[in-house]
């Protein structure tokens, strides 16, 4: 990962807090969601309905994203992603000490809170902060380097359980502690940066935007079938333990530390409706795969497969910032989390019973969403920009002219 770009205005740049803050992000995220199936099955006894319930819960926070707008009248965005980022790590510091239903409840929910709203936040400033010219690029380092951050921690996640045989409660005690650790650094660090346009402190909805939302609803919606369940599967149907399951995870981080900057280039040359097409095509092949996987080999290669096709939406996040008005940003990124989540709270919960049924329908539904999702790709511009945010209107007869 080159680092000319972010060095060029110093170590205290806008660059290198956003991927700093990104990295310290996935330290937290990336314990709790190693050692969770585990930790819910094992620890806590639940089952697939118990761990879907827990999951949709964990979701609520991303519906209310929206309301990160209305705090940003007491808080500064930058201030704001940082105490985010503290309440994360507090969240999955304490879940170890709490292996009950409602005990994962509610420090599920800390931890989630956290975790929406810096992701809200931090996607915000990205936006913001970065040229349209260098976003792609920039956010690929991003995803390197939270991918990378990911691979530390499940490696350490792995010498922890199967070398040292450390508690599962001390391993969630670490990982959020690193976390909350850089979020207190980067607050007495680095400056507080200003933002070029002013950012309107109501929530925005634009009809131009629509294609936008759709996208974001169908990947919202598409992700909780992975998350939730992808996860599961290589847990229930094949055995994995928390530590295969942390090796498996550090295939993922690998994979993505080398593609992600080159995802992120290759999306700057060839554009977002390109990208997204390859995107959605193959994630129907990987979500038609998990449905009939006999063999946990088959298992372990689609989940490497799908890790790596999710990088590739940074391509919706660059296709927003080219349709945008500028002043819409903050205010759009908190209501692309709740669009997101409007599904996600019933994905978890509902499919976690259709899962006691037949897990192939779960995966069978997530081919289904990938397949909209295809569509809708087809339907971005190759130069998308204000006036072109869509070619829906383009398969339209124009109106004539009044003779």
């Not at 956003?18 to 314990?31: E, K, R």
């Not at 705090?71 to 980022?85: D, T």
């Not at 205010?331 to 049924?357: D, E, K």
Request: aromatic residues 16%; charged residues 15%.
């Amino acid at each position: 990962m080159t680092t000319g770009g972010m060095l060029k205005d110093g170590w205290k740049s806008r660059e290198v807090f956003l991927v700093l803050t990104a990295i310290a992000m996935p330290i937290s995220f990336s314990t709790w969601q190693a050692l969770f199936n585990n930790f819910a099955h094992d620890a806590a006894g639940l089952q697939g309905d118990g761990v879907g319930f827990i999951q949709s819960f964990r979701e609520v926070p991303g519906f209310l994203s929206f309301t990160v707008i209305l705090l940003l009248f007491w808080f500064r965005e930058q201030r704001f992603a940082l105490a985010s980022l503290v309440m994360l790590g507090i969240g999955t510091m304490i879940t170890g000490f709490y292996p009950s239903f409602w005990g994962l409840m509610m420090t599920t929910f800390v931890m989630s809170v956290g975790f929406h709203y810096f992701e809200s936040l931090h996607q915000s400033l990205t936006l913001q902060w970065i040229d349209k010219d260098r976003a792609p690029e920039v956010m690929g380092k991003i995803v390197s380097g939270r991918s990378f951050a990911a691979l530390i921690s499940f490696g350490l996640i792995w010498l922890m359980l199967d070398t040292a045989g450390m508690d599962l409660k001390w391993v969630y005690l670490i990982g959020g502690g690193v976390t909350v650790a850089v979020a207190l650094y980067a607050w007495i660090g680095f400056p507080e940066f200003r933002a070029s346009v002013e950012q309107s402190k109501r929530i925005v909805l634009r009809k131009r935007y629509w294609l936008w939302y759709a996208l974001v609803f169908m990947s919202g919606a598409r992700r909780q079938i992975f998350v939730v369940f992808a996860g599961f599967l290589m847990v229930q149907k094949f055995g994995f333990t928390a530590g295969q399951m942390s090796l498996m995870f550090l295939a993922n981080m690998a994979m993505t530390i080398y593609l992600a900057p080159k995802i992120g280039r290759l999306i700057g040359r060839i554009g977002e409706r390109r990208m997204l097409i390859i995107e959605y095509t193959g994630l129907v092949l990987v979500f038609t795969g998990y449905a009939f996987a006999s063999e946990a080999w088959m298992g372990v290669a689609l989940y490497v497969t799908d890790h790596v096709f999710f990088a590739m939406a940074i391509a919706i996040k660059t296709y927003f910032q080219k349709i945008a008005d500028p002043a819409d940003i903050a205010s759009s990124s908190g209501v692309s989390f709740t669009i997101s989540h409007i599904v996600a709270i019933v994905i978890p919960a509902g499919f976690g019973f259709l899962w006691l049924t037949s897990p192939t329908y779960v995966f069978l539904s997530g081919t289904a969403m990938a397949a909209v999702s295809l569509v809708l790709a087809f339907m971005v511009p190759r130069d998308p920009e204000p006036g072109n945010e869509s070619l829906i209107f383009r398969i339209l007869p124009k109106p004539q002219p009044a003779e």
